[in-house]
């Protein structure tokens, strides 16, 4: 890793890669704090425009948008006790609170400072653990990575709330999108119907950005936009945190960032989940869990830090294995994989400084995002008064400039209405949207491998007679059938308890 | 959804309509998956495996969300009231019409009606009071920020136009 500073550092101080990092962080960061719009969403609208720059340029600037996305999802939290995006759930219970009680400036400090930790120091772990994560990778064969591709496909679907099958229907459409084009090793056309612009397989871009920019900003206009909310600007002045208390915090501020590193790290979860699982440790190892739900200062540090600490995290089996952690490092892979960078172990050997420069990035970014939203906290609340008229026309406009240059022709922006109007239909169905993505960038990877497998092996029964295979697939069954399994375990407890 | 058929009124659940829907969709895969040249064998599943997987789910998972939908026993929720749907439809054309402007007029024209008509229906639809020449100044900038960013910025193409190639 250090062999590659010099280089990593030359990058860094360019002129238009730093012009960039602040300007993906300070959008990365709207976009985050604007409830309905995701650091995810401004990857997916913005990576088009990476595919002109250099490698190590378009890195630098989807890395800014992810980590401005992860962090400012607080300040919606905080200041409206909307979330800016499921990550920052568990920051409403107390942030909104403590803001309404007159401490808005300690609650956004608390956010903004626990955002810093948690990214900054995943990242610098990332990037220490991750070779060696991609050294143990060496020793999987084919089986291994379509049982893991397996895996982070079904996680996905264990901490997915609700009906079991729309989770597993949404992860089908996923294959399904994902077959579209030649095969792989094969290369027979599927369901291309004679049409040469379906060969390539359908874009990533046109795709995601249809089912979910497109048709989310439709459905939103369909429920009704919000009027722009009534925020308060008032003990926004100062920096509102001292060092008592981030001392007073130190054991929870670990204890979160441990959980959310390790919840980043299983492919398939991510800032989604570690945010309300260290919310609840944090109340649960708390003196006082009475305070919880009224403006505790526990109950920011805990998922703020956890959810960023999960960036690091998922970070290490993106670059490690290929496998992606959540749903925007799903896209990042994909974004890579246009700029010639395959994600998986053999990365360090072929592109080493480019996976050091993204977890140095990643740090950085961290540091001058907490530096932006310190000296920008007094206009968080103009952030989140920009009228949805304005911004969602604008937005669908980006999203058909995306598709446009995606592929430099005007029946991929058709292709991306007809996904969208998949989005709507999916929305009508109430079909969850992660899956989707994960099942859609994984499945070539699976099916390559499978069938590489298969050449070599030729019989089914490699899958669960192969240690780590049979371990993998063990994990994959019992995620599909988690709800049931939770739901017996439930039935039985009632049974027990009515005894 | 209701039919009602002597006096008996029979209310279909979304789930109903989701699962016979995801069936479907899975059916119509078999049959295309049914035509592809190479056979799926216990040695080598080929390219029939991943779609099969996919079709093989849709039915399961259709039947499944039907089956829940039937033993449903509360009213869904609504998602869009009917004026909200129309706002969909029409939100949805006004972008195909912008694609055919694009590919006669050029992003440049057809981008500043595109956001103008779209901020003043989302607006007079929200009820939201906007002025005429905010929107107007609004839509001209849009178009050049976004112009200027890809085509002079990062060097890339957007549509030029039939008429003026």
């Given at each position: 890793m250090f062999a590659y500073l010099p280089y990593i550092f030359s990058q860094l101080i360019q002129p238009m890669n730093l012009l960039l990092m602040v300007a993906g962080t300070a959008v990365g960061i709207i976009f985050g704090a604007i409830p309905g719009l995701s650091g995810t969403m401004a990857v997916m609208l913005f990576m088009?425009?990476?595919?002109?720059?250099?490698s190590s340029t378009a890195i630098i600037f989807l890395l800014a948008l992810w980590i401005g996305g992860c962090s400012g999802a607080f300040i919606g939290s905080v200041?409206?006790?909307?979330?800016?995006?499921?990550?920052?759930v568990a920051t409403c219970w107390d942030g909104h609170p403590m803001a309404k009680k007159g401490q808005a400036s300690k609650a956004l400090a608390i956010g903004m400072t626990a955002s810093f930790f948690g990214t900054f120091f995943s990242a610098l772990i990332g990037g220490l653990l991750a070779e060696a994560v991609a050294d143990f990778a060496f020793a999987m064969g084919p089986w291994e990575y379509a049982a893991l591709c397996l895996v982070a496909m079904t996680m996905v679907l264990a901490i997915s709330k609700g009906n079991m099958f729309k989770g597993l229907a949404a992860t089908c459409i996923g294959i399904l999108l994902a077959t579209v084009g030649f095969s792989p090793i094969d290369a027979e056309p599927r369901f291309v119907f004679d049409n040469m612009y379906l060969y390539g397989g359908l874009g990533m871009i046109v795709v995601l950005t249809g089912i979910f920019a497109v048709s989310h900003i439709l459905v939103t206009f369909g429920k009704g936009f919000d009027q722009p909310p009534e925020v308060s600007k008032a003990g926004l002045k100062g920096f509102g945190l001292t060092m008592k208390d981030i001392r007073d915090e130190l054991v929870n501020i670990i204890r979160s960032f441990l959980i959310g590193l390790g919840i980043g790290f299983l492919?398939?979860?991510?800032?989604g989940l570690s945010n309300l699982v260290a919310y609840s440790t944090a109340k649960n190892g708390s003196k006082h869990p009475e305070e919880y739900g009224h403006g505790a200062a526990g109950g920011i540090w805990a998922p703020e830090v956890a959810n960023n600490a999960a960036i690091g995290g998922a970070m290490i089996p993106m670059a490690?294995?290929?496998?992606?952690?959540d749903s925007t490092t799903a896209l990042l892979i994909g974004a890579l994989t246009i700029h010639g960078l395959e994600m998986g172990p053999m990365v360090f050997k072929n592109s080493g400084d480019i996976v050091y420069l993204m977890f140095i990035t990643v740090a950085v970014v961290a540091a001058l995002v907490l530096l932006m939203q310190a000296f920008c906290k007094r206009w968080f609340p103009y952030i989140l008064k920009v009228p949805s008229w304005y911004m969602y026309s604008a937005l669908l406009v980006i999203c058909l400039a995306s598709a446009y240059v995606d592929s430099g022709n005007l029946y991929k922006c058709g292709m991306m209405m007809v996904f969208a109007a998949v989005g709507i239909l999916m929305t009508l169905g109430e079909l969850p949207a992660s899956p989707l993505i994960l099942a859609f960038i994984l499945t070539p990877t699976l099916e390559k491998k499978m069938l590489q497998g298969f050449q070599s092996v030729p019989s089914w029964t490699e899958f669960f007679t192969r240690p780590v295979s049979g371990v993998l697939m063990a994990i994959a069954i019992i995620c599909i059938f988690s709800p049931l399994i939770k739901a017996g375990i439930a039935k039985l407890r009632a049974k027990k308890a009515g005894n | 959804m209701q039919a009602c058929e002597g006096g008996l009124s029979v209310k279909v659940k979304r789930d109903q309509i989701t699962g016979l829907v995801l069936v479907a969709v899975g059916i119509v895969l078999f049959i295309m998956i049914s035509q592809f040249s190479k056979p799926l064998t216990a040695e080598y599943p080929g390219p029939r495996l991943m779609p099969g997987i996919a079709a093989f789910g849709l039915v399961v998972c259709g039947l499944g969300i039907f089956i829940k939908g039937c033993m449903q026993k509360e009213a869904d929720k609504k998602i869009f009231t009917k004026q909200g749907f129309l706002r969909v439809l029409i939100s949805f054309a006004a972008l195909w019409v912008y694609i055919v402007a694009m590919k006669y007029l050029g992003f440049l024209i057809a981008t500043p009606f595109l956001v103008f008509g779209l901020t003043t229906y989302f607006a007079k639809a929200s009820k939201a009071e906007t002025k005429l020449w905010v929107r107007i100044v609004f839509s001209v900038a849009v178009t050049l920020v976004i112009w200027l960013m890809y085509v002079v910025l990062f060097e890339m193409e957007l549509p030029v136009g039939a008429l003026f190639e």
């Open positions: 088009p425009l990476t595919y002109a720059m250099e200041l409206l006790g909307i979330p800016g995006s499921a990550s920052a492919p398939g979860m991510g800032s490690a294995l290929g496998i992606p952690g | -």
